[in-house]
T-cell receptor, first 113, second 111 residues
Framework: DQQVKQNSPSLSVQEGRISILNCDYT??????FLWYKKYPAEGPTFLIS?????DKNEDGRFTVFLNKSAKHLSLHIVPSQPGDSAVYFC????????????FGSGTQLTVLP | NAGVTQTPKFRILKIGQSMTLQCTQD?????MYWYRQDPGMGLKLIYY???????DKGEVPNGYNVSRSTTEDFPLRLELAAPSQTSVYFC??????????FGEGSRLTVL
């Protein structure tokens, strides 16, 4: 039973355009959401997060949107750069859960020059 | 500042062998975790620890054991290795639980 789903295994975008990565969740107890970025042969690195009390969080070129009623979040990257090519994981945390994260299966983003 | 360090980076085991994946962090984080990532899948939690002397099972603990005798170290023990344990293993740590810092991973193949 996948509680965090990333339905698009891959996404290709032209350099300079917007990349939109999507994530759906089923557990209404999730109160904190994160995006991680992973390059080959490296561990995931934290990118951006959002609390369930907000609907938007922005950090430079990266913006995360949360739609609680739809149990959906998305990561926008504007403008996309070739160095953004990586696997992006969505993750979620249940309140009071010893900070355990549940991860989605990831989306491979390729930014074409 | 090394962050989270995992050893070894690569290992091949025969079925039935045992081994320990080492993980150490130098950030004085209370929380530590072991995840595994199978091809095309997300990271699944094996075990976690909220502090020295305290460990608990995650989503996929069968076939593994952990210990946490110090704040810095959180080794993962594989007993009687099976092909289903072929995976990439990630250790992570966190201070407040808001974001996890991951090691570079250990790729294990069981033949």
């Amino acid at each position: 039973d996948q509680q965090v789903k990333q339905n698009s295994p891959s996404l290709s975008v032209q350099e300079g355009r917007i990349s939109i990565l999507n994530c759906d969740y089923t557990n209404s107890m999730f109160d904190y959401f994160l995006w991680y970025k992973k390059y080959p042969a490296e561990g995931p690195t934290f990118l951006i997060s959002i609390s369930s009390i907000k609907d938007k969080n922005e950090d430079g070129r990266f913006t995360v949107f949360l739609n609680k009623s739809a149990k959906h979040l998305s990561l926008h990257i504007v403008p996309s750069q070739p160095g953004d090519s990586a696997v992006y994981f969505c993750a979620a945390r249940v309140s009071g859960s010893a900070r355990q994260l549940t991860f989605g299966s990831g989306t491979q983003l390729t930014v074409l020059p | 500042n090394a962050g989270v360090t995992q050893t070894p980076k690569f290992r091949i085991l025969k079925i039935g062998q045992s081994m320990t994946l080492q993980c150490t962090q130098d950030m004085n984080h209370n929380y530590m975790y072991w995840y595994r990532q199978d091809p095309g899948m997300g990271l699944k939690l094996i075990y976690y620890s909220v502090g020295a002397g305290i460990t608990d099972k995650g989503e996929v603990p069968n076939g593994y054991n952990v210990s946490r005798s110090t704040t810095e170290d959180f080794p993962l023990r594989l007993e009687l290795a099976a092909p289903s344990q072929t995976s990439v293993y990630f250790c992570a740590s966190s201070q407040h639980g808001r974001e996890l810092f991951f090691g570079e991973g250990s790729r294990l193949t069981v033949l």
